[in-house]
């Protein structure tokens, strides 16, 4: 069952994604948005996120998604899914699942 199901809510990472400028194009940034999502995940689900691994070259595109790769403390890993919700590159998790859901 995905996160969102299991706690009935989505996790808010709001303006995590201080942009990274590069070749023309904006895009995410992927170390903040890590150490963002590693925290509030963390918080959510009660339990220790020992790493999170998020692509680099996402650009900001509102309504466009991607996913993070997700370890758990416990060795269990998730896959989450982001939402860009504007051009400010704030994003919100709409999914969070196990790698063998």
């Known amino acids: 069952m995905s996160f ?9 990472v709001a303006a995590i994604a201080a942009l ?11 170390a903040k948005t890590e150490d963002a ?12 996120v020992s790493a999170v691994d998020c692509p680099s070259d996402v650009e900001v595109e509102k309504g466009k998604t991607f996913t ?7 060795g269990e890993e998730q896959t989450a ?4 919700l504007n051009e400010d590159a ?5 999914d969070l699942r196990g790698t063998n859901e």
């Open 4 to 12: 969102v199901g299991r706690a009935g809510i989505v996790v808010g």
């Open 90 to 94: 704030d994003v919100s998790v709409t």
């Open 37 to 48: 999502l590693k925290a509030n995940l963390s918080n959510s689900l009660g339990e220790k």
């Open 68 to 74: 993070c790769s997700v370890k758990l403390a416990k």
């Open 81 to 84: 899914t982001l939402k860009i």
């Open 20 to 30: 990274a400028i590069g070749c023309g194009e904006t895009v995410i940034d992927s």
